[in-house]
């Protein structure tokens, strides 16, 4: 093992740029793996929590008694479906929405940190690049899920899907000035714009520091994910699918996994800014003593996923209207007062 990394070492010595070129691509395959399958089995825990809460069974054949396996097997379905683009469709616009939306995914996953590992006394965080502006780089790759959206809805030649995508705009526009307030709060507090810093920082979890900006947040977050009650791009009721109506097998299949990949991205961007992180009495046992912060990180972004779900069950689709005055009319000045709140805090306190 010591000749191992005493080989590794020479080599990113002698050969700095290929060796991190390497790890680079390491790193962005595994990111890639595990937030896909993460995301896979999110469309699970929805489904099966669905079932529940609506009294009626959820996935159980594939995969045992839980359907474990059910999402696998709907993902072998998609891939083997027709590939059918629209004959009058802008070809490169329809196709490269698909990638944009992909990429812009992978952008924010690759700043957040998914956890932390402790080994001698010391908490190192799991993230592929640890920047000390990863807070703000995460917020600005959110907004470019706007244009996989946009281009998705115009490039498929259809009216219903290009209204999906300008509704789906208005809402992101309207909820991410609010959102970024609030980040703004955050990093004011934590005196820092590093995620990973804002973590370790939370004596106190920010979301009762203030509970103003965690309330807005967790609003505008759900509306930036799409989910309901926020879903008007994609109102079945009115727009019959909204921008990805003309997408179908394994393209539809990605813009699908994409809103779950935001949604798993979104509970961990929460748990970070409000919920302290990876923060957690380390268990007293050898080996899960290493990852309990891991633990405690992925406990708290169930809790998260858990609540979205149930939102989702328990409210109803608003219309684009209100979506909106409440996005420039309610959360922008609430989120302008806790800004306030949070530069008289962190003044007092720095």
């Known amino acids: 093992m010591d000749g191992i990394i005493e080989t590794i070492s020479m080599f990113a010595s002698s050969e700095p740029a290929l060796y ?33 809460f609506s009294a009626r069974y959820g996935p159980n054949r594939v995969g045992g008694r839980w359907g474990l396996l059910q999402i696998v097997a709907d993902a072998i379905k998609l891939f083997t479906k027709e590939d059918t683009i629209p004959e009058k469709a802008d070809k490169p616009v329809y196709v490269w929405a698909v990638l944009v939306a992909c990429i812009a995914v992978m952008l924010v996953a690759a700043a957040i940190p998914f956890g932390a590992l402790y080994i001698d006394g010391k908490d190192y965080p799991l993230v592929v690049a640890n920047m000390d502006i990863s807070a703000f780089y995460v917020e600005a790759a959110l907004s470019l899920m706007a244009i996989g959206t946009f281009m998705a809805g115009y490039g498929s030649n259809n009216k219903y899907s290009l209204l999906g995508a300008f509704r789906g705009i208005a809402r992101m526009i309207s909820y991410e000035v609010p959102m970024g307030v609030c980040v703004i709060s ?109 633990i405690w990180m992925l406990m708290k972004v169930v809790i998260i996923l858990w609540f979205l779900i149930w939102t989702r069950s328990a409210l109803l689709r608003l219309r684009i209207d209100q979506v909106t005055d409440v996005g420039w009319k309610v959360l922008l000045p609430l989120s302008i007062v806790n800004l306030a709140w949070a530069v008289a805090v962190g003044s007092y306190f720095a």
């Not at 691509?25 to 529940?52: F, P, Q, R, T």
């Not at 977050?221 to 009721?237: C, H, K, N, V, Y």
Request: include cysteine.
């Open 20 to 52: 991190y070129l390497i790890i680079g691509i390491i790193g962005a395959a595994v990111l890639a793996s595990v937030i896909n399958i993460g995301a896979m089995y999110v469309v699970w825990l929805e489904v099966k929590l669905l079932g529940d």
């Open 186 to 294: 955050v990093a004011v507090m934590a005196h820092s714009l590093n995620l990973a810093e804002i973590a370790q920082n939370q004596t106190l979890w920010y979301a009762f520091a203030q509970p103003i900006g965690f309330a807005v947040f967790l609003v505008a977050l759900i509306t930036d994910l799409g989910r309901i009650p926020f879903d008007q791009s994609e109102a079945e009721e009115e727009l019959i699918c909204g921008y990805n109506t003309e997408y179908a097998g394994i393209r539809w299949g990605l813009l699908f996994f994409q809103e779950y990949n935001v949604m798993l991205l979104g509970s961990f961007i929460l748990a970070l800014l409000f919920l302290g992180g990876w923060s957690g009495p380390i268990i007293p046992v050898p080996i899960l003593s290493i990852i309990s912060p891991l």
